[in-house]
DNA sequence: AATCGCCTGTGAAACGTTTCATCGCTTCGC
DNA sequence: GCGAAGCGATGAAACGTTTCACAGGCGATT
């Protein structure tokens, strides 16, 4: 019993216990119906006896083809992403293939690193969101060997792939109109780097907006990650500001920043919204539950994730038929009482 | 260019291109002092031009044995889970495997489906918190398999593989004594189902502080789930108890359902901690950038990854030498706000 | 009665590696 | 000058599947 170095029982012993042969196996595994039920059962009968379990790699290899499907995402921890996985992995299962969560934690020789033994593993695709802008190399090697790959929360010119992406300059443009409307004049946007995609776009869509009104003055306070800590660092920064200049509210790049701003801004003992008022990206569930529900731009991830899967499986199943496409969804705002204050039990 | 079909280009063309025979190829890869080095860098070379990648299913199934490395948690959304798995990918990683992570999502069905496709693909080794006890027939197989399994904060009685978990009755028994501390009588234990080791175990450690104590009244909430919208209902539950009868601290099974009753309480116009002190399990991060933050028993989340990837490295290098141990880490205190009022600014 | 087609089942080839016994050649020691 | 030893490279076997051309048996159609 689990002696080290016995022979796995493959489809051979099977055959054997069975008193068929190994292709006749292999029949009852993956067409059970070219198979007459009276040896099939017999088959079936001599697996579970045996304990057999059939050997992936065997598989593949033959078949040229695996059932696993990657996905790279940028930070595990990012709620964000989190939810953009289980979208994926529930179309993934129910195809009966399996996704399998990696993380480049935004460092591009993590993301190269895991790229090249997914390469390796001749997975049957890739979902991701690359580090930098995407056009490296390595992706067009994978796509060139075969691998479909479909671009997440990236929008994508290239014509050789699919990509899934939630319309960031909208987002940034319904904060904007919304802050605006509240009534404000002087805003402050919070977020950072720039060089990612989406902080750029939310910032220009913001900018558009206030554009429209005009007379609104939108100061921008660059941050270098998109973390809590970096909101609670931004806060700081902005409390310090003598009150005639200080912004009356905050827009966010992602609701992690914001929450960190909102404990900024609080340790501070300004009041939200009553003093600053304050608006996020991303509708994590964490901005419902802080203690000053958040106001943000909701973005679909579970249908992001489900999108890009299908997406991708499609285009795995027939290469031929599949045509490239680019889905971009919009989000929309939900306000909540980061800046809209409600009356505290009025109504009853 | 791109052509489906194609033949894929395998090491017996590089070995054409090069003028060597397959052998000397794979000696390339996989010792290459063994080999001149003109003769390799001659390989190198058509590699290079070929664009050559080794087949991993087919390295596989010749070694027999799998680089990778698989994590099955239980929601990935929890960022307790995130921590833990970034913890375990730095080890892997490190090792040059790779971390596959799978979440079960607290189904035993999808539980039974990854942990299939798992043996399938004949893993190096699993990490798992399993769904249920954890003592089931199929983690058992992978075992008399050869495939070593590590339970991830989940003690075990077994000696046939490791373990590592922090001890939750120590856990508990902290957050009891921290409240009693504080001056408390009247507390409130939320969390369930009860099922969940680590909330019966948590429970029973705050239970035993209190009642070295004496004199206090620990009544229990129990909830549906470990979330944050079960904590908001638990916590309508106790602000609708008339004042005599509410309790002046709630400890809460962990952190997502303390941010929930913290809103909750918020809500109904009960501060926190000067109306009800409140304490969480697990200290993520969020229990630090919520509004009021929270006071809660930290657990060394990486540090448990990392040390259930290094036991299961360790057995899949050497499962002769190796011996089986169950790692128990402590957990200890963080006090913060939710707990105990800070004097505003008083000190500067 | 010969032929055809269908249904089951067979056995060998192929997938792309790694490993290992072997071989030719050079160098060394005596 | 001859055997031993060492070095580099070779080629075939093996890993466990899937696939495919084919064979035997049998009932139905001419």
Redesign the pocket.
């Given at each position: 019993m689990g002696v080290r170095g016995m022979?796995?029982?493959?489809?051979?012993e099977?055959?054997l216990r069975a008193?068929?042969?190994?292709?006749?196996?292999?029949?009852v595994?993956?067409?059970p119906?070219?198979?007459?039920?009276?040896?099939?059962q017999r088959v079936l009968d001599a697996i579970k006896e045996l304990g057999?379990?059939?050997?992936d790699?065997?598989?593949h290899?033959?078949?040229?083809r695996s059932r696993t499907v990657a996905i790279v995402v940028l930070d595990v921890s990012n709620p964000f992403f989190t939810d953009v996985v289980q979208g994926a992995e529930e179309v993934v299962a129910q195809a009966g293939g399996m996704l399998v969560v990696c993380n480049s934690g935004e460092d591009p020789a993590r993301e190269r690193h895991h790229l090249a033994l997914l390469e390796e593993q001749r997975v049957q695709g890739l979902l991701i969101t690359p580090v930098g802008a995407g056009h490296h190399k390595q992706l067009e090697r994978l796509i060139e060997r075969g691998i479909p790959v479909v671009l997440v929360d990236r929008g994508s010119g290239q014509n050789n792939r699919c990509s899934v992406a939630v319309d960031d300059v909208l987002g940034g443009r319904l904060a904007g109109q919304h802050l605006a409307e509240c009534g404000h004049r002087r805003i402050a946007f919070v977020g950072g780097p720039f060089t990612i995609p989406q902080v750029a776009d939310r910032h220009a869509g913001a900018l558009a907006a206030l554009a429209e009104v005009g007379g609104i003055d939108l100061q921008v306070v660059e941050t270098a990650s998109l973390s809590a800590v970096a909101g609670r660092e931004a806060a700081e920064a902005i409390c310090a500001l003598p009150a005639a200049k200080r912004p009356t509210a905050i827009f966010c790049a992602n609701d992690l920043l914001a929450l960190g701003v909102l404990q900024g801004l609080t340790t501070n003992g300004l009041r939200v919204p009553h003093d600053i008022a304050l608006i996020g990206y991303d509708d994590i569930d964490f901005a419902a539950t802080a203690a000053v529900p958040l106001t943000s731009v909701h973005q679909p991830r579970e249908q992001l994730g489900r999108t890009a899967a299908q997406l991708l499986l499609e285009e795995a199943e027939d290469a031929e038929r599949h045509g490239h496409r680019h889905v971009v969804f919009q989000p929309h705002l939900v306000v909540r009482q980061s800046t809209v204050a409600v009356k505290r039990k009025a109504s009853r």
């Open positions: 022979a796995e029982t493959g489809i051979k099977v055959a008193g068929v042969s190994v292709g006749t196996v292999s029949n595994l993956n067409r119906q070219a198979v007459s039920s009276q040896t099939r057999y379990v059939r050997n790699s065997a598989r290899l033959r078949a040229g």
